[in-house]
Structure formats: structure tokens, C-alpha cells
């Protein structure tokens, strides 16, 4: 089955840029999403489309996009922005997947 | 304003059978494809299955771990979505969340929680 593997945790201190990655372990790749969750609550869409931002997601979310690897990038974290992460995609059956989950702290 | 509101959550023995609903309203929901997504305790997120539009045949997919044994339906003129679970383990214990697709995942329900235990 399609795997989406994300590293289990990443922090950075206030200000700086932060990358979560997210690697597929096979070939074709469609499109990532990055869903934000912050404890009890339920999750968030903040990237669409590999690199495309809902309305009232802050610009200093982005994603890109590298071979089988997708990058969510937070650009000057904010404390806000600590929570987990987790990349999504769809597989050649139609079937979506989640990526293992980033927790994100912000020290 | 979108609303997705789950219910019918509880405890259940191994083996039994319990059905979600989840009432939607603030969209079109006929022209919408639903989905439900599960998160057990401390764990990611896992993918459970859809069910799409009438114009796509009110057609469904069913991840690998509950293929067989789940089961999604929905009435369009209740705006309303189901998940009928049968067989269940203790593994299927999770909040369980359903979730319209449109850019991607991006209205949820509030979640409802499912023990299946003895």
C-alpha cells in the first residue's frame, strides 16, 4: 500500500523557518495537502495542490514539491503555529492517505 | 456557514455493530463527495472511505483495514451521511470525523468518539 512518511518531530525557535517533509515510496505522485491539528481539535487544510494556500492561511505557509518528496515550509514561526502536521495524498486506486505526522514545536 | 455534525458514537463489544451519522448543512451537499477520517487516541490520522455524488454514481472506496466490514451511505435529502460499522475490533476504537473534499479535506465534523471494548 502507499506510504506517505513524515518525520516524527521537528521544532524550531520563534522567527526561523521551519520544514516538515513528506516522502511518497512509490511512483506516480498526485497532488500533497498539509492539514494542521491542534490538540482536541480536528484538522486544518493549510496547503492544497502541492503549493496553493486556502484563503485565511497565513502567508508564511508554503509548499514545494521534489521528486517524491513534498516540503511544508513555515516561514518566522509564530508559537500558534506548534501543532502536528500531516501531509495527505492519493494513490493510483483512488484510495487517500495520510502521512505518518509531524509534531511540531516551537521552542 | 459549513457545518458537519457526527453522532451515534458510544461504547461497543467486539464483534458488534454501530452506525455513524453526520448532518451537513451550509453547502451543497447532493454535489459533494463525503468522506470519513479516524484518529485513534495519540495516533495519526487514518483514512476510512467516501462516498461520492449521485453524479458520480453515489460511487464508494473503502480503505484496506475496514473493507467488508464498513459500510458508507447517505441520504441527500436529509443532508445527511452514514457510516455503518459491522465486525468491529478493538483496533477500530477512534474519533471518527467526517469531511467534505473540495480543494482538499476542508470542512470536518467536531469528531465523535467510538470504544469498542469488552
Known amino acids: 500500500s502507499y506510504e506517505l512518511t513524515q518525520p516524527p518531530s521537528v521544532s524550531v525557535s520563534p522567527g526561523q523557518t521551519a520544514r516538515i517533509t513528506c516522502s511518497a515510496d512509490a511512483l506516480p505522485k498526485q497532488y500533497a495537502y498539509w492539514y494542521q491539528q491542534k490538540p482536541g481539535q480536528a484538522p486544518v487544510l493549510v496547503i492544497y495542490?502541492?503549493?496553493e494556500r486556502p484563503s485565511g492561511i497565513p502567508e508564511r505557509f508554503s509548499g514545494s514539491t521534489s521528486g517524491t518528496t513534498v516540503t511544508l515550509t513555515i516561514s518566522g514561526v509564530q508559537a500558534e503555529d506548534e501543532a502536528d502536521y500531516y501531509c495527505q495524498s492519493a494513490d493510483s486506486s483512488g484510495t487517500y492517505v495520510f502521512g505518518t505526522g509531524t509534531k511540531f514545536t516551537v521552542l | 456557514e459549513v457545518q458537519l455534525v457526527e453522532s451515534g458514537g458510544g461504547l461497543v463489544q467486539p464483534g458488534g455493530s454501530l452506525k455513524l451519522s453526520c448532518a451537513a448543512s451550509g453547502f451543497t451537499f447532493s454535489d459533494s463527495a463525503m468522506h470519513w477520517v479516524r484518529q485513534a487516541s495519540g495516533k495519526g490520522l487514518e483514512w476510512v472511505g467516501r462516498i461520492r455524488s449521485k453524479g458520480n454514481n453515489y460511487a464508494t472506496a473503502y480503505a484496506a483495514s475496514v473493507k467488508g466490514r464498513f459500510t458508507i451511505s447517505r441520504d441527500d435529502s436529509k443532508n445527511m451521511a452514514y457510516l455503518q460499522m459491522n465486525s468491529l475490533k478493538t483496533e477500530d476504537t477512534a474519533v471518527y470525523y467526517c469531511t467534505t473534499w473540495g480543494m482538499g479535506f476542508d470542512y470536518w465534523g467536531q469528531g465523535i468518539l467510538v470504544t469498542v471494548s469488552s
Open positions: 495542490k502541492d503549493n
